[in-house]
């Protein structure tokens, strides 16, 4: 299966990945958001370090905004979700751009 990198294109670390694998597809989550069914799956492999607490958009957000679920945080600002996301390596999807997922994915 082809690797698609989820991220945005301002993002630094998306960038780094886009770099690293050229040939991976790309998605920017704003011009083309996740759906429903796909912020459910990436909950379930993720949990929790999926909603990037220390991002700009989050400190943004008042209080009854940060009070929502994941999926609905995710649906509503999708610059909130923690990136990249690389989806089909053979470890299964990987969250950023850190030694772990290069090791995952052969980079060095």
């Not at 694998?21 to 989550?29: I, K, S, Y």
């Not at 609905?72 to 299964?92: C, F, H, N, Q, S």
């Amino acid at each position: 299966m082809p690797l698609t990198i989820l991220g945005l294109k301002n993002c630094d670390n998306c960038r780094k990945a886009r770099k690293a694998l050229p040939d991976a597809a790309f998605r920017d989550l704003r011009e083309a958001p996740l759906n429903a069914g796909e912020i459910t799956q990436l909950l379930q492999a993720f949990g929790e370090p999926l909603i990037n607490r220390a991002s700009t958009t989050w400190r943004g957000l008042d209080e009854a905004a940060r009070g929502a679920s994941p999926a609905e945080l995710l649906a509503t600002y999708p610059a909130l979700m923690k990136r990249p996301v690389i989806l089909g390596g053979d470890d299964g999807p990987l969250l950023g751009w850190n030694a772990s997922t290069r090791g995952a994915l052969g980079q060095t």
